[in-house]
C-alpha cells in the first residue's frame, strides 16, 4: 500500500522497516511503531491517511504477537538498547569509512540509516543530547557524501567545521558542533521507562535503591556490553564504574 503525500516524512522509516523485515525485525517493529506515532500527528483526518494507518498498526499488533517472546519487545529498556546499539553500529560504520576517504553508496546509506533509527528512538523517551547531535551529523554527512558524488566532487573526509553548508531532509540543516566526532563514544542514551518491580529493594550493601535506580543500572551494564563489542574499553569501564556506584552509594 502506497505511503500517502501527506504522509511522505515516514516513507523511509516504512522502507527501512521493510528491509530488516528478515534481518532484524525487532528494528522492522520500532520503525514501524515510530512511523505509526509520527503519522498520527501529521494527519489522521484524512480518509486516505487513516485507512493506511489503521493497516500499519494491525500489521505492529501482527508482529507483536509474533515477537511476543522476544525481550527487545516486551521490556522498552531492552528495545531501547537494542535500536541504539544498532544504529550506533551503523554510525561508527559510515564513520570509519568517512575518515579513511571511502566514500560509497553503502556508507551514505549507513549515515541516512543510522539517522532515521536515531529518530525512532525517540518512541521510548527524549533523546539525550549526544544522540540528536549524532542524528543531525549522520543526515547532513548522508547529504554532503551524496551531492559531493553525484556533482562529480571529492567530498571532505572526516568531521568539519561549520562553515560547511548541508541540506538534510526538507529544509537546510548544517552540522552541529564537530568537535564531538574527533573521538566518537558510544553515548548513554535516552530515557527508557522499564518493567521493574515497584517496591524497593535494599541490596547487600543496605543502600535504599528505586526501580529507577535498577533500570539505570540495568542501562549501564547494557551500554557497557555494546562498547565491548565494538572493542571501546573506557566506554564499557566508565559504565560499569556508574553501575557499581549507583548499586553502592544509591547516587550516579
Not at 39 to 58: A, H, N, Q, W, Y
Not at 210 to 234: I, M, N
Request: a negative charge.
Amino acid at each position: 500500500m502506497a505511503v500517502p503525500p501527506q504522509l511522505k516524512a515516514i516513507q523511509h522509516h516504512l522502507r527501512t522497516a521493510q528491509e530488516h523485515e528478515q534481518r532484524d525485525p525487532v528494528v522492522a517493529y520500532y520503525c514501524r511503531l515510530y512511523a505509526m506515532q509520527t503519522g498520527m500527528k501529521l494527519d489522521s483526518k484524512t480518509p486516505e491517511c487513516r485507512k493506511f494507518l489503521v493497516k500499519l498498526m494491525d500489521q505492529l499488533e501482527s508482529m507483536k504477537d509474533d515477537l511476543a517472546d522476544n525481550e527487545s519487545i516486551s521490556q522498552e529498556v531492552v528495545g531501547n538498547a537494542h535500536i541504539e546499539n544498532y544504529a550506533l553500529k551503523m554510525f561508527l560504520y559510515a564513520d570509519n569509512e568517512d575518515r579513511a576517504g571511502r566514500f560509497h553508496k553503502n556508507m551514505i546509506k549507513s549515515f541516512y540509516s543510522a539517522s532515521l533509527l536515531l529518530e525512532v528512538l525517540s518512541v521510548f523517551g527524549e533523546l539525550s543530547e549526544e544522540n540528536i547531535q549524532h542524528r543531525k551529523y549522520a543526515r547532513w554527512k548522508a547529504t554532503y557524501i551524496h551531492n559531493c558524488l553525484k556533482n562529480g566532487e571529492t567530498p571532505q573526509a572526516g568531521p568539519m567545521g561549520m562553515d560547511q553548508d548541508g541540506e538534510a531532509g526538507s529544509g537546510p540543516e548544517g552540522p552541529p558542533t564537530t568537535t564531538n566526532y574527533n573521538n566518537i563514544h558510544i553515548p548513554p542514551g535516552a530515557h527508557a521507562p522499564a518493567n521493574t518491580p515497584a517496591e524497593v529493594l535494599p541490596p547487600a550493601g543496605g543502600v535504599q535503591l528505586s526501580p529507577e535506580d535498577f533500570t539505570k543500572a540495568q542501562k549501564f551494564c547494557k551500554y557497557a556490553g555494546s562498547a565491548l563489542q565494538y572493542e571501546d574499553v573506557s566506554t564499557a569501564i566508565q559504565n560499569l564504574q556508574k553501575a557499581l556506584k549507583l548499586l553502592t552509594t544509591g547516587k550516579e
